[in-house]
């Protein structure tokens, strides 16, 4: 099994910046994609940004220019880091990854618990 860890939100003021960290675990042969998701209160849930095992990046347009992802491949571990936050950025923010478990294996989605992020005015 695979488990899927974030942490890093919280309450900031607008302007202010958090870094989320998400963390996999479990049985883990590789790591293709990981992309943070978020879902504002009462919305659907929304692409914020992800990453490639080519380590390519994409970016929903609202958060280009201000959020960061990165991915550190020897810890299994993919962060956000996010910058000049605005109150609209306010959401629960998901991890997911396309994990496969062993080599002859498919990847298959898995996702975290998410963390919330609150961005005053």
């Known amino acids: 099994q695979v488990q899927l860890v974030e942490s890093g939100g919280g309450l900031v003021q607008a302007g202010g910046s958090l870094r989320l960290s998400c963390a996999a675990s479990?049985?883990?042969?590789?790591?293709?994609?990981m992309t943070w998701y978020r879902q504002p209160p009462g919305k659907q849930r929304e692409l914020v940004a992800g990453?490639?095992?080519?380590?390519?990046?994409n970016y929903a347009d609202s958060v280009k220019g201000r959020f960061t992802i990165s991915r550190d491949k020897a810890k299994n571990t993919v962060y956000l880091q996010m910058n000049s936050l605005k109150p609209e950025d306010t959401a629960v923010y998901y991890c997911?990854?396309?994990?496969?478990?062993?080599?002859?294996?498919?990847?298959?989605?898995?996702w975290g618990q998410g963390t919330q992020v609150t961005v005053s005015s």
């Open positions: 997911n990854a396309d994990v496969r478990t062993t080599f002859y294996s498919s990847g298959r989605n898995y």
């Open positions: 479990g049985r883990i042969f590789s790591i293709d994609a």
């Open positions: 990453t490639t095992s080519g380590d390519s990046t």
